[in-house]
């Protein structure tokens, strides 16, 4: 059968566009983060004809697909399952549409197109889509993860900057929703179904986004806050007044800052020799308004003063202006330095931002009794309520091997941020096999059973993707 | 059975929250603007669980509801139909819940909450809710039909400012999905199908919001433009520098402006005795930055003046500044100036920002070659691709009945919005009975049978509402 499937797609995209030889196959199986698996064979096709010849075909035989973009997603859903079975549908190849419209401020695109690309093609017009994040994944991509990014705070995620979505359904059924309108207000907005669903309801072939104008000047700040409530207080105090130009609100906790230092002398340590404080909040403005009508650095400077001044103040115990790309490359070296520390055990945990100080001490006092071996390294976005919670130990200091603490120590720390704090176990990343028994602890039943009943209509044979939202 | 479920309703809700007397049940009876019914009764439950009683006991009885707000709703969805046979389950009382974060900048509500009252509340916080309207809606109106406003080209709709809600289904059972998270990315975002549905699929019993802090400064302006162009070229211009303030962009025609003057004499024409310009922009900024900080009017004045030395800024006639309670009531006395002319016929039309110049124009074209008696008054929200396409005549003008025009005249804009120009017959109304034809007309089958599964899981008997979806 198999055979016959790899005859089939060939007459309909080209012989180089199926990729059966195992050596090709590599790089489509293993994802960035999590997902290993093995495909049965990789189709790449180039247009949406193409993708929904694609899924016709493998609907017909009966063959199961996983769409896959860039593939940079971090919760393993856009690798194939270990069976050997699943066709990788690849829209890398998919990336042609490219269509700005200055005046309506929106850009029209295929949804293999990379980021980077649409960014690029924007700049000539002083635009940026404004989902800022680390990789370069392509927007279909996006939009199935609902990505957020560290400008969240004053943008939104994917949904917030998403007009319009083309989408091709199970068995090849093109579905053209290609909304250029800022209000549409009739009924279902049927591209809220495909937003975040890991592309289990349908493939995204294009989409329509709204962008903005790039800023032209920034201020930036490091500020030592004694405690997590400070820096909620300075987070709230900041934002009544700066709101407009808000951009970015980041905290790295002691334990997650010293680490960048220790393995990166590049990098300078506004602390020196001295311990650093329990939180150190990155505050960012950013503004499309000119220097000469705003004088950002000065703004910034002058309100941090301000808001030292006040009771809640006294909880600040430094104030450091830099150069945005020092501060943030200071923010963007956690990740990768704790991993030198040891073994790490990520979380991409959100909560309400007025409890994020109280969750974090919890976490810390279930963790200091429980499991004293364990650093909590947190830092996080949290001005949108994100948290990294990071675990880190050395193998020589547990009692007990990594695959027994793992699972314990999710289950732990995500029950601790959903039950008792209304939080979340996957911020931003989605869902994905990674947290499929997590989806399955968590989600209310309702969700699940409408989730069910729409992956039943608009997949009723059930052969798109390995996440299971029923 | 109408008795006896007058009966188990008082039991469940007591006497006085069921209303059966024909003179009490008047005010359900009519919309707003459209929709005249006849109820069997009206239910006013304070409680979710009473909303989830009168539910369950309609449901088992086999009757009909349909939910209401503060039924200042403008497309006929929250009145009963003809019949005499529904009951109107009015949220009236439904308005006790009411917290608000501020550090986590949300508000906790139930559904039958008056705007005015949640920002009364907020102001204390220093806090509004975004969505600024004419009416005084209910927050579960607000959702059910997505409200945008005046300050959506800022803030967004009602949908970018959800996070959460609490629905009843329509058998009474009762869906939390109350989520006070910025960030959760963990499959179907259940509230979107309840956000723009009017009630169809369940009833909005609580909600959670994500607030704003209130601008503490506004410029405002009047801008005349020689033509359709002109303006869209100008808030190309503004919205390049001025995004992070530019909070509305309403566009007015020299056919919508002479009435308000003509019928206000206490409004000042700043055109004076001359003739208005084709079009003219009311432009505002607002900030929640201190004028210190930012001389927003100086701003403005700077922007329109290096506009005006611009190529494009040929076309503009005049500048006005002036103070923004000014400038708005000359924009909120256009509808009713209007109604002072003849027959008008409203529209709720939106199309792609770049296109609107150019839909108007064709309109206009339309209307002079077939219907040469009608005048073109339009106005609206450019900024958000919106625009009131409103047409004046009247009777001793028109050579047929108003009967027979305006479902001919309707027709023949909305082919041309919808069909030539990528436009929406409903940009911010909503479906409801009164737009139930267009919803047939224009909607893809696949927006259709997506919405008659939901409606099929959610509300299998079909109790709830009058506008259909499937």
């Not at 489509?28 to 990789?42: D, I, N, Q, S, T």
């Not at 690849?90 to 850009?107: G, K, Q, Y």
């Not at 940026?128 to 560290?150: E, K, R």
């Amino acid at each position: 059968m198999s055979g016959a499937l790899v005859q089939v797609l060939r007459s309909l995209l080209g012989d180089d566009a199926v990729l059966t030889d195992p050596e090709d196959l590599v790089r489509y199986e293993e994802g960035w983060r999590y997902g290993k698996g093995r495909a049965l064979l990789v189709a790449r096709p180039g247009t949406t004809a193409q993708v929904a010849a694609t899924l016709a075909a493998c609907h017909g035989a009966g063959v199961r697909v996983v769409p896959q973009g860039a593939n940079t997603g971090l919760v393993g859903a856009s690798t194939p399952d270990a069976g050997g079975g699943m066709v990788v549908l690849s829209l890398e190849r998919l990336n042609r549409r490219l269509e700005v419209d200055p005046i309506n401020r929106t850009a029209k695109v295929d949804g293999g197109l990379l980021l980077s690309a649409l960014n690029e093609a924007l700049k000539a017009h002083g635009l940026m889509f404004p989902i800022d994040l680390g990789a370069d994944p392509s927007i279909g991509g996006m939009i199935a993860t609902n990505t957020g990014g560290t400008r969240l705070l004053k943008y939104g995620d994917v949904r917030h900057n998403l007009l319009g979505v083309e989408v091709v359904q199970a068995d090849g059924t093109v579905l053209d929703a290609m909304n250029q309108l800022r209000k549409n207000n009739t009924g279902l907005d049927l591209k809220q179904l495909f937003v975040g669903t890991s592309g289990v309801l349908g493939v995204i072939t294009g989409a329509v986004l709204q962008v903005v104008p790039v800023p032209v000047q920034q201020a930036t700040a490091l500020v030592g806050c004694a405690s997590g409530e400070a820096a909620l207080l300075l987070l709230r105090s900041l934002e009544r007044d700066l709101a407009d130009v808000f951009t970015a609100f980041e905290v790295i906790s002691a334990q997650a800052l010293k680490p960048v230092f220790a393995h990166h002398e590049g990098l300078r340590n506004p602390y020196g020799a001295a311990e650093p404080p329990a939180y150190t909040a990155l505050v960012e403005l950013a503004s499309t308004l000119p220097a000469a009508a705003l004088d950002l650095p000065g703004l910034l400077e002058e309100r941090l003063g301000a808001f030292l001044e006040t009771e809640a103040g006294e909880a600040i115990t430094d104030v450091f202006m830099g150069r945005a790309e020092d501060l943030w490359a200071i923010r963007h070296h956690v990740s990768e330095s704790l991993r030198q520390e040891g073994k790490v055990l990520a979380f991409d945990i959100s909560v309400p931002r007025s409890r994020m100080a109280a969750f974090t001490e919890a976490a810390r006092a279930l963790l200091a009794s429980d499991y004293p071996f364990v650093r909590c390294c947190d830092f996080g976005h949290w001005g949108d309520g994100g948290t990294h919670l990071n675990l880190v130990w050395t193998e020589a200091g547990a009692p007990r091997p990594a695959s027994e603490l793992v699972p314990e120590l999710q289950q732990r720390i995500y029950d601790l941020a959903v039950k008792d704090f209304d939080g979340s176990y996957s911020a931003e990343h989605g869902v994905g096999p990674h947290n499929q028994r997590f989806y399955e602890a968590y989600t209310p039943l309702s969700v699940r059973s409408v989730s069910g009943a729409l992956k039943r209509h608009l997949d009723p044979e059930g052969i798109l993707g390995t996440t299971r939202l029923d």
